[in-house]
C-alpha cells in the first residue's frame, strides 16, 4: 500500500539536544512537507520541498532543518536552538500541482524530557 | 484578512442532523478546495476535493462551492458521534504549493 511512514510515533528530547524526525513515501509524490501542530491550534508549516536537493523554508523554520537527499525521503531535524519544540509534527507529501490535495502521516509526538 | 478562514467552533449538533460548516479564502483564483477531517491526537485525513462551482456528493458528505462569493461549504447529513473531530479547510496559495489551511472547526455530534 501506498502512504507515508512517519518515524518514531513518540520522541523525547533532552535540553541540547538534537533530533531527527523520519519521514518516508512511496506515492512517488515530488513534493513534501514539514508542519507542526501545537494543542488546539492550526497547521504551521515549518519547510517544504519541491525536488530533491532544494527546499524552502515556511512559516516558522527557525530551529529547525531539513534535507532532500532522495525523493522519498524528507528527515526534519529538530535543533537544541528551538527552545520550545513540544508539539505534534506532520509530515505530508503530494504531486507538484496546486489542484492536487496533500496526504499525511501518522505524525510523531515530540517532548522535552 | 487571513487567507483561510473557518469559525473555530464548538459545533454542537445532534446525531442524525445535518452539520454544516463554512470556510471563506480571500485569493479569487483559487481553483481547488479542499476539506480534511482531524481526529483528536490523530493526523488530518482527506476527506473532500472541489473544483468547480455548485456541489459535490460523497455519501453523507456534500461540498458546495461558491466562488463569487468566496467561500466553500462541508455538509455532513445524518450526523453520527463517529463524526466528531476537527475539520480543516484547505486552499492552494496564489504563489508556491503548500496548501493554506484554516484553523478547522470542531465539531461534536451528541447522542
Known amino acids: 500500500d501506498g502512504g507515508i511512514t512517519q518515524s518514531p510515533k513518540y520522541l523525547f528530547r533532552k535540553e541540547g539536544q538534537n533530533v531527527t524526525l523520519s519521514c518516508e513515501q512511496n506515492l512517488n509524490h515530488d513534493a513534501m512537507y514539514w508542519y507542526r501542530q501545537d494543542p488546539g491550534q492550526g497547521l504551521r508549516l515549518i519547510y517544504y520541498s519541491q525536488i530533491v536537493n532544494d527546499f524552502q523554508k515556511g512559516d516558522i523554520a527557525e530551529g529547525y532543518s531539513v534535507s532532500r537527499e532522495k525523493k522519498e525521503s524528507f528527515p526534519l531535524t529538530v535543533t537544541s536552538a528551538q527552545k520550545n519544540p513540544t508539539a505534534f509534527y506532520l509530515c505530508a507529501s503530494s504531486m507538484v500541482n496546486s489542484d492536487q490535495p496533500q496526504h499525511f502521516g501518522d505524525g510523531t509526538r515530540l517532548s522535552i524530557l | 484578512q487571513k487567507e483561510v478562514e473557518q469559525n473555530s467552533g464548538p459545533l454542537s449538533v445532534p446525531e442524525g442532523a445535518i452539520a454544516s460548516l463554512n470556510c471563506t479564502y480571500s485569493?479569487?483564483?483559487?481553483?481547488?478546495f479542499f476539506w480534511y477531517r482531524q481526529y483528536s491526537g490523530k493526523s488530518p485525513e482527506l476527506i473532500m476535493s472541489i473544483y468547480s462551482n455548485g456541489d459535490k456528493e460523497d455519501g453523507r458528505f456534500t461540498a458546495q462551492l461558491n466562488k463569487a462569493s468566496q467561500y466553500v461549504s462541508l455538509l455532513i447529513r445524518d450526523s453520527q458521534p463517529s463524526d466528531s473531530a476537527t475539520y480543516l479547510c484547505a486552499v492552494p496559495p496564489n504563489s508556491g504549493y503548500a496548501l493554506n489551511f484554516g484553523k478547522g472547526t470542531s465539531l461534536l455530534v451528541t447522542p
Open positions: 485569493d479569487r483564483g483559487s481553483q481547488s
